[in-house]
């Protein structure tokens, strides 16, 4: 019998703010390893002043951004804030990275001292540290096929977990959320907030597939088994980035 055709709506929140070190690839690996499956895939990008619709999406992406920039999303976030949270509690995947994971979170607090109010969707606070954290991270997880994650941190925000999110990784090498707890990112739900550009999704496969399994079945509320891929280059990738002192 003939599958009827899948379809992914990702909304990609504020693209000309929320997009350093590489964060678009996390946009094209959903694409590709979508389309690698005749998945099909609708890109929007939400812009400055859009308010938007959580029904017309599947999967939410927000990148990092440097203070400046996450000044004005941070406005633009609180405005859709409320139909974020209705998603987040429908169960529908977001990732969200550094700045965005930030204001995902309840505040930050900027080395110069202004407090940028988040959208709490994420029991996460940050306020600007004196160091910045920068390198190459390895962590593990226990929700994900294959175990470790690989990617790139650089912040200088200090980001303390509250009692509703469970860490996302365990830090081995690198310095995750404060350098301190060992904790990298947070998950809530289907929500993952993480510090780890890189970017994170073309180098952790198992990671994106992960994410496309929970639009699927969060969307057509069944268990959508995805395809197997050829991933040799992408795990080459990313055994080349896990660091040897791991
Ligand atoms: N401005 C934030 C910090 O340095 C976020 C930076 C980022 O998104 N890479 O903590």
């Not at 941070?74 to 969200?96: F, S, T």
């Not at 496969?205 to 969060?218: G, K, M, R, S, V």
Request: net charge negative; hydrophobic share 40%; glycine share 8%.
């Amino acid at each position: 019998m003939q599958r009827a055709p899948l379809k992914l709506n990702i909304a990609h929140l504020y693209p000309d703010l929320l997009n350093i070190y590489g964060d678009m690839g996390n946009i094209m690996a959903l694409k590709m390893r979508c389309a690698w499956r005749d998945i099909e895939v609708e890109v929007h990008n939400i812009t400055t002043g859009q308010i938007i619709n959580q029904a017309d999406y599947d999967l939410f992406f927000a990148g990092g951004g440097q203070d400046n920039q996450q000044i004005i999303a941070a406005n633009e976030l609180i405005k859709n804030g409320m139909e974020l949270m209705r998603a987040a509690q429908a169960n529908k995947p977001m990732l969200v990275i550094c700045g965005s994971y930030q204001l995902f979170g309840k505040y930050y607090l900027t080395s110069e001292g202004q407090k940028l109010r988040g959208i709490s969707i994420l029991d996460v606070h940050t306020e600007a540290g004196e160091t910045r954290f920068i390198g190459n991270v390895t962590a593990v997880c226990d929700f994900l096929t294959v175990r470790t994650i690989v990617g790139f941190e650089n912040h200088s925000g200090l980001t303390y977990l509250g009692e509703n999110v469970e860490p996302l990784f365990k830090i081995k090498v690198g310095n995750g959320n404060n350098g301190v707890d060992k904790t990298e990112g947070a998950r809530f739900n289907n929500v993952f907030g993480t510090y780890l550009h890189g970017p994170i999704l073309p180098k952790n496969p198992h990671f994106c597939d992960y994410l496309i399994e929970l639009a699927l079945n969060t969307k057509y509320n069944c268990n959508i088994p995805l395809l197997p891929l050829n991933d040799e280059i992408e795990y080459y990738a990313h055994e080349s980035r896990i660091c040897a002192k791991y």
